[in-house]
């Protein structure tokens, strides 16, 4: 893809904007921002905590193993607890749930906004909306996906409140 704009009248190359990181092309470190977070640690730490097929076995309604997909949900709430709110959750929540099967264009409105909410935080909560942007991608216009979707996201913010740390010990 060529690029054109104004580079060009203060005799930078035409055709590539000058790199955040100085290293023209190299994807990985452009992904990376300045606070070590990345789409490709994000995605080692989703499928550490959710399994490789992670996209599968949360939007699929028959479970491998229920269990162990409450025990996954549960693990990765706790270790979000510290670093995430109960509002910042919540409030993504809502929107999620009011999503309706008759419109499910709006779930793809939603991504844009959660990209605005990730701007705005910190590795953990990025990490989670890398996740949820990933599903919402993978849902496919099918009404039992977004049924599991919404049932995944309520599941991480019940267990997310039952690890929530007390009080004034944050």
Same mark, same amino acid.
């Given at each position: ?7 060009? $009248?203060? #005799?930078?190359?035409?055709?590539? /904007? /000058?790199?955040?990181? #100085? ?17 490709? $640690? ?8 959710? #399994? ?10 028959? $479970? ?12 990765? +709430?706790?270790?979000? +607890? ?29 991504? /844009? ?5 990730? #701007? ?22 099918? /009404? ?10 309520? +599941?991480?913010? +019940? ?12």
């Amino acid at each position: 893809m060529i690029i054109m704009s104004h580079y060009s $009248k203060h #005799g930078r190359d035409k055709q590539t /904007p /000058p790199s955040r990181s #100085g290293n023209k092309g190299n994807q990985s470190e452009e992904n990376e921002n300045h606070s070590g977070w990345s789409e490709e $640690k994000a995605l080692e730490e989703i499928k550490e905590s959710f #399994g490789a097929n992670y996209v599968s076995e949360i939007l699929s309604k028959k $479970k491998s193993d229920y269990n162990d997909y409450i025990r996954r949900v549960k693990a990765y +709430a706790e270790g979000t +607890a510290k670093e995430i709110t109960t509002t910042q959750l919540r409030n993504i929540f809502s929107r999620i749930k009011k999503i309706k099967i008759s419109n499910l264009d709006d779930l793809h409105v939603l991504r /844009p906004k959660l990209a605005f909410v990730a #701007g705005r935080s910190d590795k953990k909560m990025k990490t989670l909306v890398f996740l949820l942007d990933v599903l919402i991608t993978k849902i496919d216009d099918d /009404p039992e996906k977004l049924c599991q979707f919404q049932d995944f996201f309520e +599941a991480i913010v +019940a267990y997310h409140k039952y690890y929530e740390p007390e009080k004034g010990s944050k």
